[in-house]
């Protein structure tokens, strides 16, 4: 003991005073209530399997205002999570790219951008989806969807669409509004350009190899995916047709958007006009 003493440079009556001590653990996590919010996490979780604490946090709390009661913290809705394994597994995935550029606006109307996804079904059909995002609210102002190639005039419908959802039946903008897309083929054609800028848009497509500067389109297309196809029927083309209305009713009007302080899209629109 002496040699170690001396080896650390502390004395050794010091060592002798830390071996005799006995470490006490720290009590157990427990607090009033839990038991009542347990089975409205399990039911969430169940319903929506992908999402974290924090989205089931926004969603709770969303039920309990409803009701009149005081909202929780998501740090209790992590505890809890924890201690009963219904946490999602940790992200460690790294971008392999940056993008200095700014996608997202500060205010509504200002830049929609644009994408398509393909869904693959169990029969080996696709569905080829594009849609229309607010670049602010992140909500998806209109989509088309089809079991064939998608083509220009698919994309031009899109556009057309979009701007009736926003501004009723009009077939020219109030004012200036970026449309901002890849270089695809549908999006790219002389016909769907000119189209475009006839209805007021700002026609604008991405730097070539750099998907993140439309980083928007890119995050609606995992959350697509992830919260929605990949936990339904995908049996056949008519099948997953039948289901796009109510995943883009439910993504806009209920699914939490953490950039959006934890608010749907419309709930988010809803409060900007109120201010």
Not at 94 to 112: A, F, P, Q, Y
Not at 155 to 170: C, N, P, Y
């Amino acid at each position: 003991m002496k040699t170690i003493a001396k080896a650390l440079g502390v004395s050794r009556s010091n060592l002798m005073v830390r071996l005799k001590q006995t470490t006490k653990r720290a009590p157990k996590y427990d607090k009033a209530k839990d038991a009542e919010l347990l089975p409205m996490f399990r039911a969430l979780c169940d319903k929506r399997p992908t999402y974290g604490y924090r989205r089931v946090t926004a969603m709770v709390n969303r039920d309990l205002k409803a009701e009149g009661k005081p909202e929780i913290n998501h740090k209790r809705v992590y505890r809890i999570m924890r201690m009963h394994k219904m946490l999602l597994t940790r992200h460690t995935g790294r971008h392999t790219r940056t993008h200095d550029g700014k996608v997202v606006t500060i205010k509504s109307n200002l830049r929609w951008c644009s994408d398509t996804l393909t869904i693959r079904c169990f029969n080996n059909e696709k569905v080829e989806v594009a849609f229309c995002l607010d670049t602010c609210d992140r909500e998806a102002i209109s989509y088309v969807a089809t079991a064939t190639a998608m083509t220009g005039e698919n994309i031009r419908d899109l556009m057309a669409q979009s701007v009736e959802a926003r501004f009723g039946k009009t077939m020219e903008l109030p004012r200036r509004i970026q449309w901002l897309s890849d270089n695809g083929p549908p999006y790219t054609a002389h016909e769907t350009c000119r189209f475009g800028e006839n209805l007021g848009f700002e026609v604008c497509t991405t730097p070539s190899y750099s998907p993140e500067s439309n980083g928007a389109s890119e995050a609606f297309v995992k959350t697509l995916k992830r919260d929605y196809v990949y936990l339904n029927n995908l049996d056949d083309a008519e099948t997953v047709l039948k289901q796009l209305p109510a995943w883009f009713e439910d993504y806009n009007e209920i699914a939490p958007h953490k950039g959006l302080n934890m608010k749907s899209p419309r709930e988010f629109r809803r409060i900007l006009s109120q201010g």
